[in-house]
């Protein structure tokens, strides 16, 4: 093999340094997550800090990874948990089998269970991966507890299940742009989002100006338009 051979291997090297770098320093340089991002899942309390899970199973039976365990009791009377007759006594979830496909989100009837952004978790015992009630209960300001164990990063806890409240929650055209979620500690009232029929509200949505302002730092290489 002569050097001209060799100049002409080495072409494809000399053309990649001049190229926009695709890697990053993970994990000390995080790439921005997608506003609609399926990470570790909250349970979600109504402003007045009432627990929003009414034990009713329909997320443990529509998981196809069959990953959560719920167990639901009558409300005491004097000391109600959540607002209904029943409220989730037990709630477990298994990250060993969760496949983050958000059916429980969509399965739940009050919004109780949500996802955040956060993926970066890991444990040494098989065990630390089952979530309870106890990790998973958003905190008393309504933001997810941020567990030793988790690598929360800005943004992580902002528009949990973002994909799912993009159209109605019946998936119903006609219901785009109404109001659908009750109150939520933290967060308050969210706005309806635009749908995609083309029947926008009059009023944009807040979070689908937060939607926009997220995917805007995503770096060209991952997709986005930040350079
Ligand atoms: S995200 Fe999917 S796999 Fe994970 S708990 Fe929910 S339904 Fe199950
Ligand atoms: S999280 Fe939702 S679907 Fe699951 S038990 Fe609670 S109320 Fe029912």
Redesign the pocket.
Known sequence: MGALDALKGFKVTFKQIFEPRVTSSYPDEKRPKPPRF?GR?VLNRYEDGMEKCIGCEL?AG???????YVRGADNPPDHPVSPGERYGFVYE?NYL?????????E?CPTQA?T?SKLFEFSFTDRNDAIYTKAELVVRDDGKPQQLPWEDWREGDDLLTSGWMRATSPAGVADQEGRRHWSGELGYGSRAPERGQSGLDPAEASPSLELRKEEAAKIPVRFGGRAR
């Open positions: 399926h899942h997320c529509v998981c196809p990874a069959d990953c959560i979830i089998r969760c496949i983050h496909c958000d059916l429980c989100v399965a269970i996802e």
